[in-house]
């Protein structure tokens, strides 16, 4: 975990939650090595690292599984009429958003305004809840929905 100085207090809340996603007993899933702080490592194809905003972690959550989903599932292009995979895309989003956060998902999306995702929320939020054995099920199905439009998984 590499953050800038100043961030340097919420240290504590982002290792647990790189943590989380690292914990995730499912062999598809790849977290890198090293999350960064957004600025610290930028490409010429733009910034993957995570923000904190005004003391607030949960973006980092989102940034977090975006990295880990890219790490797992690479960076194809989904199709855009391929609606059934970006739905899964979404789910196993929140799913490892969830996972990272290591708290109910009602208490993880308090406040936040999320649009258009209410059913993917949904979805994640009762797979997270469930057994290891379970999620694990449902993850592979959300994968093939990605393999079917034409993505590896």
């Not at 953050?3 to 499912?26: F, T």
């Not at 957004?38 to 975006?66: I, Q």
């Not at 449902?138 to 079917?148: D, G, Q, V």
Request: overall charge negative; glycine content about 8%.
């Amino acid at each position: 975990m590499c953050v800038w100085p100043e961030h340097r207090k919420y240290l504590p809340e982002l290792i647990l939650m790189a943590e989380g996603m690292d914990g995730v007993p499912q062999q598809w899933v790849k977290s890198p090595d090293v999350f960064y702080q957004e600025g610290l490592r930028p490409t010429k194809l733009g910034d993957s690292g995570f923000s904190v905003v005004e003391g607030h972690v949960r973006p980092a959550a989102f940034a977090m599984a975006n990295l880990v989903l890219e790490n797992s599932l690479g960076s194809c292009m989904l199709p855009q009429d391929a609606a059934q995979a970006w739905e899964a895309r979404d789910q196993l989003h929140l799913w490892l958003e969830y996972r990272s956060m290591g708290t109910d998902p009602a208490t993880a999306d308090d406040g936040l305004r999320m649009e258009g995702v209410s059913g993917a929320q949904q979805a994640a939020a009762q797979a997270v809840r469930q057994s290891e054995a379970l999620q694990t099920q449902w993850t592979s199905r959300l994968r093939a929905e990605y393999e079917k439009a034409g993505c590896p998984a």
